[in-house]
């Protein structure tokens, strides 16, 4: 069950060591506000996330996603993540869920510290809390195939295939190319239709 919990993780973690997004400081100087052209970017390459058909490519228009998703605007917060991300890595979850506690007291409208709170709870098993974060994620970044891959992976792991299978193919709708989840799709796909005979 352990390799099945892997590759989600790779997903909810993959975008906590890039580094920042290059273009960024390439953007003219008259565009709206800060705010307004992150999104715009957020919102250019989630179009072309669904449609690239390269898989590698995917993969990179979908770092690049992470990579904006993981910018606050407060360097305060960003280093705050950065505290939490090392205590995750070393395997200190009691430590990384304070700093993401803090993270989410200071700004309850950053979609990532909720992410990567709901990354810790799951680490730790903690299915209730991390579906909670996983909750507000979405309701700040209903397209974040992050946070809806690891709501599969615990639909999944508590046997709940079915409704697994309806978030799993939601990130398909997302981000078409993402093996690890076409894998799952496929792999849940025919259990119930074993189960069904």
Do not use: C
């Amino acid at each position: 069950m352990r390799s099945f919990v892997a590759i989600p993780l790779l997903i909810l973690l993959a975008g906590l060591t890039q580094p920042a997004f290059a273009g960024e400081q390439t953007e003219p100087a008259q565009k709206a506000a800060p705010s307004d052209s992150k999104q715009a970017r957020i919102d250019n390459l989630f179009t072309k996330l669904k449609r690239e058909r390269n898989e590698k490519a995917a993969e990179r228009i979908a770092g690049q996603i992470w990579e904006q998703w993981s910018q606050s605007g407060s360097a305060s917060i960003d280093l705050i993540m950065q505290w939490a991300q090392k205590a995750t890595e070393e395997k200190k979850y009691d430590v990384a869920l304070d700093f993401l506690d803090q993270v989410t007291t200071l700004d309850p409208g950053y979609a990532e510290g909720w992410n990567r709170r709901a990354t810790v709870h799951f680490l730790m098993s903690n299915y209730a809390k991390s579906m909670s974060d996983i909750d507000h994620t979405l309701a700040l970044e209903p397209r974040h195939f992050g946070a809806l891959s690891g709501m599969a992976q615990i639909l999944k792991n508590t046997g709940r295939k079915e409704a697994a299978l309806r978030v799993y193919q939601r990130v398909l709708e997302i981000y078409p190319m993402m093996r690890n989840v076409q894998n799952e799709v496929a792999t849940i796909s025919e259990e119930l239709a074993g189960e069904a005979i």
